[in-house]
């Protein structure tokens, strides 16, 4: 599906009368709702920096990036309109999302061994992958995974997260992106 869908699908979600798993939870809804408002803030209020432009602009042959995601993950939230803008900047970067828990790749992209989302892969058209990145930013993932190991609720641990997503503004999935792209 491309970006117009997948943002569809979480007001399809939030409106269903008799929502199918997991979104028969009460609690899930409650995610896409919230990562709802951070997708249409970062498209709003995100912005791509200087060297992000440039990087995105070399590309010169065309490439499809798969985002593999669902609508409830957290972090999908913070870096999946960060992708679509550095997609959309260049006619050469065909974008699709593949939704994890239907029919996706991601057992291809495993984290560790867990299917953690989400995963982008950028592919050449011979179809061969040129870089994957994911689940996270790596100082956001060092701070999921100190994060395992402690005591903190789960609350403090979402908001300790939300917290770092917050003041870095997308730049570390910039920079992660840009230097793979420059190989």
């Known amino acids: 599906m491309n970006y117009e ?29 919230l990562n709802q408002k951070r997708q ?17 602009s070399k590309i010169s042959e065309k490439q ?3 985002l593999i995601t669902e609508p409830w993950c957290g972090d999908a939230a913070h870096s999946t309109p960060f992708i679509e803008k550095m997609a959309a900047m260049n006619p050469n970067i065909a974008l699709t999302i ?20 989400p995963i982008l892969v950028a592919r050449n058209e011979a179809h061969d ?20 190991k402690s005591d903190k609720s789960n609350e403090e641990k979402k908001i300790e997260l939300q917290q770092w997503y ?4 997308g730049q570390m ?8 792209i420059l190989g």
């Open 5 to 33: 869908k997948y943002n569809a699908l979480f007001h399809e979600i939030a409106e269903a009368k008799s929502p199918k798993a997991p979104y028969d939870n009460p609690e899930f809804v409650h995610y896409v709702e």
């Open 40 to 56: 249409e803030r970062w498209l709003k209020k995100g912005e791509l920096t200087a060297q992000t432009k440039e990087t995105i």
């Open 64 to 66: 499809n990036w798969v």
């Open 98 to 117: 593949q939704l994890r828990d239907e029919d996706s790749e991601i057992d291809k992209y495993l984290t560790n061994g867990g299917k953690s989302i």
């Open 129 to 148: 992958d040129i870089f994957v990145w994911g689940p996270r930013p790596a100082e956001a993932q060092e701070i999921h995974l100190r994060n395992l």
């Open 166 to 169: 917050n003041k870095d503004k």
């Open 173 to 180: 999935i910039q920079k992660e992106i840009s230097a793979l």
